[in-house]
């Protein structure tokens, strides 16, 4: 198994904070180099700062669900870490409402944020890990990807598809060497959205990080296809 990850270079998509944040500080505990994107600038100080004790991160505004703001930020990310070795696809919205409910924009804010948005980063990513020679993708998506629940139409879909994208993303590219994951949380304990309340019993944020982690360490023969975390004790 690979012990730690010095010399290599990371991305993290909405690594500002939540889930995002926590990788990005296990990543550059490991000793990679890391950049980081979030939507709002004064949470991307706010996650460069916090993060830089930890090792060399750098970070930038850019919402994935903008193409060309994707080419930016990996552009960006070239001239920082000087390659790619790693990709985290994190970066997600939730918008839970009734499908007579939903408007045309929140079904495009969802789609083009949760799904569109991980394809222009993996379209930029897979150049950069060719010329590398490898690379690992790590989606994180969620178990809503495989069970539906009312009201969560849009999100539903988005990450049936980004599982459906990550599976066939993996056989496209397996003979780069490229490595393609999806991890599938249940309840995460973080303020992603207002459908539910924080809350103790949940999955922390670095038991998610801890996965990725783990995902990683695993030696270049092995692909680790999809994994699936949900908290021990929900409520009954």
């Known amino acids: ?7 290599k270079t990371a991305i993290v998509t909405g690594g500002s904070r939540g889930i995002g944040l926590a ?15 979030g939507r709002n600038r004064d949470h991307v100080d706010a996650a460069v700062s916090k993060l830089s004790d930890a090792g060399t991160v750098f970070g ?3 919402d994935v669900a903008n193409a060309e703001a994707v080419t930016s930020f990996f552009t960006f990310a070239d001239q920082s870490l000087g390659g790619l070795d790693i990709l985290v696809n994190n970066a997600g919205v939730g ?7 939903l408007s045309i ?7 083009d ?9 993996c379209r930029e990513a897979i150049p950069r890990m060719r010329h590398r020679g490898e690379g690992t993708i790590i989606n994180i998506s969620s178990l809503a990807g495989r069970n539906p629940f009312a009201g969560g139409a849009a999100y539903n879909a988005s990450k049936f598809g980004l599982n459906g994208f990550s599976e066939a993303m993996m056989l496209d590219h397996r003979y780069d060497r490229i490595r393609v994951t999806y991890v599938m949380p249940g309840s995460v304990d973080t303020d992603f959205s207002q459908r539910t309340e924080r809350a103790s019993w949940k999955i ?19 692909t680790v296809s999809r994994v699936e975390i949900r908290p021990s004790l929900p409520p009954k």
């Open 60 to 62: 930038m505004t850019a």
């Open 23 to 37: 990788i990005a500080e296990a990543l550059l505990k490991e000793g990679a180099a890391v950049a980081i994107c």
């Open 113 to 121: 944020t949760n799904l569109s948005g991980v394809f222009y980063c």
């Open 204 to 222: 922390a944020p670095e038991d998610v990080a801890d996965m990725v982690v783990a995902v990683l360490r695993m030696p270049s023969r092995t």
């Open 1 to 7: 198994m690979v012990n730690n990850f010095k010399g």
């Open 95 to 101: 918008i839970f409402r009734p499908v007579s409910d």
């Open 105 to 111: 924009e929140d079904w495009r804010h969802t789609l």
